[in-house]
């Protein structure tokens, strides 16, 4: 049992995925009050060094998703103020959050990855930048945010219209990768071994942002009903991915898999160094698979943070 500390948990912000972290940050902080520590909850803000400052924690809780929480920005103020954190460091983070520093991080190392290149949305208008279908998403962003899938006989248009809403109207640059058909498989990391696979199959459309955080959306297979080279493939790249990208805590590594092309069909498509911690989230949910609470999961996550920055002072 960890001894009683002064946790401060961040949560909310002001990306996309705001409301998400609010439902993670108040998991967290329900468990770490029901472990015997003292919490201080801390809705992220402009002013947010100095909230901490005067709180004083022993240990933040990264409970944000998205920037400015899981792209390093703050994982840096946090290195500067001399406070550990859970999670990912500075370095993994802005790796991690931005999809081409990934796949030239992980892709040189053996693990697979759909190609892809940057495109100016301004050019989408003009032209398709590779044969259909393909994808189109955000650079530095999570859980679905801005992805559309453009097909031949989709709604966008050929080429896609200008005012047809979609991600192009949101940001200026996308990256495009070829449409991996097939099944989407997600596999979490804690410390240094995968919790296992879950298939993950939307009642309609795609594994989007909706999908992932409307309950009844999304069914959630776990274990994943596929061969037991496909799991092992899915477990070994998602550690060797949270140990490249140098991750900490816990990770998740997100999956296509084409399932007419054996092992030769899986990809992974990105690493989230902030999983969601809310009750439809996928670490808490193969976490108690294993037989694992969510207090424990906290706990752990919190310990990991705690040797880490004891690491980090007998260094300094």
Known sequence: MTDTLNIAVLMGGWSAEREVSLMSGAGVADALASLGHQVTRIDMGHDVASRLAEAKPDLVFNALHGTPGEDGSVQGMLDLMGVP???????????????????????????PMPGGRVVRSADLFEGDPMARPYVLKPVNEGSSVGIAIVTADGNYGSPIGRDVVGP???????????YVRGRELTTAVLG??????????????????????????????????????????????????????GCKGCSRADFRWDDERGVDGLFLLEVNTQPGMTPLSLVPEQARHTGMSYPELVRQIVDEALRDGAMTRARG
């Open 168 to 178: 192009w109207q949101e940001f200026e640059e996308l990256l495009a990768e070829p």
């Open 192 to 245: 240094d071994h995968a919790l296992g696979v879950t298939e993950l199959r939307p009642k309609s459309g795609f594994y989007d942002y909706d999908a992932k955080y409307t309950e009844g959306m999304t069914d959630h297979i776990f274990p994943a009903e596929i061969p037991d080279a496909i799991t092992q493939a899915c477990m070994a790249y998602a550690v060797e991915a949270h140990r490249l990208l």
């Open 85 to 111: 954190y859970t999670h990912s460091g500075m370095v993994a983070s802005v790796i991690a959050i931005d999809k081409v520093l990934t796949k030239q991080a992980l892709v040189p190392h053996g693990i």
